[in-house]
C-alpha cells in the first residue's frame, strides 16, 4: 500500500512538472488594457487655412482665371466648342497613400536619402481624342496637375524619376538630354553627378509622376 502511495505521489508529482514546463514555453496573450495611453495627438500643419481663407482666394481664381481661360477656350483656341474651366482636381485617399508609399519604397532602392517635396505642377490636356502612347484624353483641354517628388542637390529641390540605371535621375536632365530617357544619376552619398551608360542588362527608367485625377466644375456643395 505505501509503494503503491508512493508511486502515485511520484506520478502526480512529474505530471505538475511537465504542466508546468508547458505552460511556461507557451506565448502568454497579453491582457487587454483599456487605461493604456493614446497614441499623441498630430499637430496641424502650419499650412492650414481658414474656410474663409479657402473661399477668399476661390473667388480670386473664378474672376481672375477661370472666366479668362473660359473666354480663351470658346473664342481663340475652339470657338466651335461649349467650354466650362474645371475649378479642383481630386484623388482617391488610398491613392494618395498608395502613392506615397510606392515614391518612398523605389525612392530607398535608388538610394534616395531623403524626398525632400511632393511638387504639384500645373497641366492643360490636349485639344485631342488621345496622347500619343495611345490613352484616351477624358478631359480635353481642361487644366490638371501632376505630381512629382524631389530631393535636394547642391542647395535645390529637384524632381526626380528612376533612371535607366536603377537609380534616381533629375528630370531636368532628362529634358536637357537629346535621347528621352537618359540623364545623370544622383550620388546619395557625394550629391554628386555620376554619368552612366546603356547596355541591354540596365533597368528600364521608370517615372514617379502622378497623374489622371478627377476634375470637374465647380462642386455644388463646396466652394
Known sequence: MKKSLSTLTTATSISLVVLLLTSCNQPQKKEHNDDSPAPPEVEAPSNIISLKEANVIYENYSKHRAVPIAEY???????????????YVDFDYET????????????KKAGVKEITKLRLYYANYPDQEK???GK????????????????????????FYIGNNGK??????WK?????????????????????SLNS??????SLALNFGQSGPPPKTDF
Do not use: C, W
Open 201 to 206: 542588362n540596365l533597368q528600364t527608367s521608370k
Open 136 to 159: 484616351k484624353v477624358i478631359h480635353q483641354r481642361q487644366n490638371s496637375i501632376f505630381i512629382v517628388p524631389t530631393l535636394e542637390m547642391q542647395g535645390t529641390n529637384y524632381g
Open 131 to 133: 496622347f500619343p502612347n
Open 168 to 173: 534616381a535621375a533629375l528630370i531636368k536632365d
Open 96 to 107: 494618395i497613400k498608395q502613392y506615397i508609399d510606392y515614391v518612398e519604397q523605389e525612392a
Open 73 to 87: 477656350e470658346t473664342k481663340e483656341r475652339a470657338p466651335e466648342k461649349e467650354f466650362e474651366p474645371s475649378r
Open 176 to 196: 536637357d538630354d537629346s535621347e528621352e530617357g537618359l540623364g545623370t544619376s544622383y550620388n546619395k552619398d557625394q550629391k554628386a553627378y555620376a554619368g552612366f
